[in-house]
């Protein structure tokens, strides 16, 4: 069955780093986008970056752009989501998700993982 | 852009139904056919329920159901069951610069 496992989360400073990832399988991930969603402690979602199934396009939310990059290696069935200069609004579960649709990256998000938590504190 | 307007909460009683509203505008849910609604219970990942405005992944019961008029979209749940009761988000593409929006969330309480 599909399924997507974030990890990497944790504790980091304000203006530090952190890179997460998102471990694919039961699909196969390299004809499919897949977006980072994220979720304040209490708050709502809040789209974060989408990658295409090839990785040669990339998009984000006003946010993130210019922090975080997000990439993928689908010889290895993983995105990443890598977050510089992060700052104590960016406190939060981060989800992956999978684009609905093959090669289609602006289809709906159908699986999500469970989430990685991110804790921006000194 | 703002986020997707729902009513914080809603409630109704089993076997009774319930409709969430989303509003947004013509840069979003008027301007597309992909609105797509989440139900998450609380610790959980968000679960895919309407996607395209009106269509129900597998699995998912025939008790929720989707619509949209102008920019506003709407999800009814039918036969009201306890495990109905969870947070509930509707999420529209945006076009270019935007891509996607979610809404804040509509509390559901089964009563």
């Known amino acids: 069955q599909v399924q997507l496992v974030e990890s990497g989360g944790g504790v980091v400073q304000p203006g530090r780093s952190l890179r997460l990832s998102c471990a694919a399988s039961?699909?196969?991930?390299?004809?499919?986008?897949v977006h980072w969603v994220r979720q304040a402690p209490g708050k709502g979602l809040e789209w974060v970056a989408v990658?295409?199934?090839?990785?040669?396009?990339?998009y984000y939310a006003d946010s993130v752009m210019g922090r975080f990059t997000i990439s993928r290696d689908n010889s290895k069935n993983t995105l990443y989501l890598q977050m510089n200069s992060v700052r104590a609004e960016d406190t939060a579960m981060y989800y992956c998700?999978?684009?609905?649709?093959?090669?289609?990256?602006?289809?709906?998000?159908?699986?999500w993982g469970q989430g990685t938590l991110v804790t921006v504190s000194s | 852009q703002s986020a997707l307007t729902q009513p914080r909460s809603v409630s109704g009683s089993p076997g009774q139904s319930v409709t969430i509203s989303c509003t947004g505008t013509?840069?979003?849910?008027?301007?597309?056919?992909?609105v797509s609604w989440y139900q998450q219970h609380p610790g959980k990942a968000p679960k895919l329920m309407i996607y395209d405005v009106t269509k129900r992944p597998s699995g998912v019961p025939d008790r929720f159901s989707g619509s949209k008029s102008g920019n506003t979209a709407s999800l009814t749940i039918s036969g009201l069951q306890a495990e109905d009761e969870a947070d509930y988000y509707c999420c529209s593409y945006a076009g270019s610069y935007t891509y996607w929006l979610f809404g804040g969330g509509t509390k559901l309480t089964v009563l």
């Open positions: 998700a999978r684009a609905l649709r093959h090669f289609d990256w602006s289809s709906p998000l159908d699986y």
């Open positions: 990658i295409s199934y090839d990785g040669s396009n990339e």
């Open positions: 013509s840069s979003d849910i008027g301007g597309y056919n992909s």
């Open positions: 039961g699909f196969t991930l390299s004809t499919y986008a």
